[in-house]
């Protein structure tokens, strides 16, 4: 570490990384465990990844996201080749004639923090301490780039067959429509580079220093541990977060479908919370948090579930009946506040029956209705 900042990525920054990036995750963004582990293996094969700053790109540097796509719950049981995460790398660079100066994830959640590293360690390219959420979204096109304005094209996309595709797109909703396709033919997970921007591009659009904060978070949690510290407490601290609720899981509804995990979670309350009731809703990630058809918070506003003895982040596929957790809710990157932040990823564009209220007005009190 170098004045607070991430300048390498070795073993134990990769080790604290996928537990920081499964809370900023909010349930999503694929495994962390998996993409830990192949992380762990480039790096022990190739050697540490260095991560740069965006103000140290050049104007015309090229950056390029590298990311996994589709159904959490299917990576679980089809792990990804480390060929499949340089391929779409390999295909891009073709197809635009020149190489890639730097690789970023396009998501700072859960393993698709970590899916750049491998093709970094094994192709000798830094990686961008940023990211194009500030936590995991669902869909393409939720993404500061579009937001923006920057073309997504061209994509380029491979299974863990060796099956590779090309394709250009109009904008990110058609690219999600395409390649969500896609990748359900190829069955259900597919990698997958967008979004390529210039260093001037992703000065601009990126959300800066996720890496850091993923980083920061995972310490936080292994170290409040070790100082018999409270590691929820230390963790809403950190990052000027709510607890939402505390209780147990009693029923989890989770199906593929579309290429997503999508469900719902009911808890009921413990302790001191006895008798209260949380509806949690999720598209692979945490969307909207309910009780007594009121909302606690809401998307984009980060929800994630933590272990209630440990704090470590619970991810979608992972919850399971009986886990004990306390729900946190944390304030969103304010780009996704604006207007066409909120047209792109606030609660009716998933169908939720209610307004976005910030997560701040919530917790004291002046939450709105949410019908679900």
């Known amino acids: 570490m170098n004045n607070n900042v991430l300048t390498e990525l070795d073993e134990q920054a990769v080790h ?58 299917v990576m679980n049981e089809k792990i990804p080749s480390a060929e499949q995460m340089t391929k779409p790398l390999d295909l891009l660079e073709r197809e635009l004639g020149r190489k890639v100066t730097a690789i970023m994830p396009i998501e700072v959640g859960g393993g698709n923090s970590l899916v750049p590293v491998i093709a970094a360690a094994e192709r000798g390219i830094p990686m961008l301490d940023a990211d194009a959420m500030g936590r995991a979204f669902p869909e393409s096109q939720m993404v500061t780039f579009y937001l923006d304005g920057y073309d997504c094209s061209p994509i380029t996309m491979a ?6 595709v090309l394709m250009h797109a109009v904008d990110g909703i058609w690219e999600e429509r395409m390649a969500r396709a896609v990748t359900i033919q190829m069955g259900g997970s597919a990698s997958i580079c967008d979004y390529p921007v210039t260093g001037a591009q992703a000065k ?28 929820i407490e230390a963790l809403l601290k950190q990052l000027s977060g709510y607890a939402l609720f505390h209780g147990k899981a009693v029923d989890i509804r989770r199906r593929t479908e579309g290429g997503f995990t999508r469900g719902e979670a009911v808890f009921d309350g413990t302790d001191a919370q006895k008798g209260r009731t949380m509806k ?38 992972n919850l399971k009946y009986g886990a004990r957790v306390t729900a946190v809710g944390f304030p969103c990157d304010p780009k996704w506040r604006t207007p066409k932040g909120l047209e792109t990823v606030g609660p009716q564009y998933f169908g939720y029956d209610t307004s976005y209220v910030p997560i701040e007005v919530l917790a004291e009190g002046k939450g709105g209705a949410a019908h679900e």
């Open 159 to 164: 299974d863990e067959r060796g099956n590779a």
């Open 204 to 231: 601009r659009s990126v959300v800066r220093n996720t890496l850091t904060q993923a980083y920061e978070i995972g310490r936080t949690l292994y170290l409040s541990k070790e100082r018999k510290q409270n590691p």
């Open 280 to 317: 949690l809703f999720f598209q692979n990630e945490f969307l909207l948090a309910t009780e007594d058809g009121k909302s606690l918070a809401v998307t984009p506003d980060l929800i994630a579930l933590l272990d209630q003895d440990t704090g470590m982040p619970i991810t979608t596929e």
């Open 16 to 73: 604290y990384i996928a537990v920081g990036a499964a809370v900023l995750g909010t349930g999503g963004g694929g495994d962390p465990h998996i993409g830990k582990l192949m992380a762990i293996e480039a790096i022990r094969k190739y050697g540490p990844v260095r991560l740069l700053q965006p103000d140290e790109l050049a104007d015309d540097d090229l950056v390029v996201p590298l990311s996994m796509i589709g159904a959490p719950t």
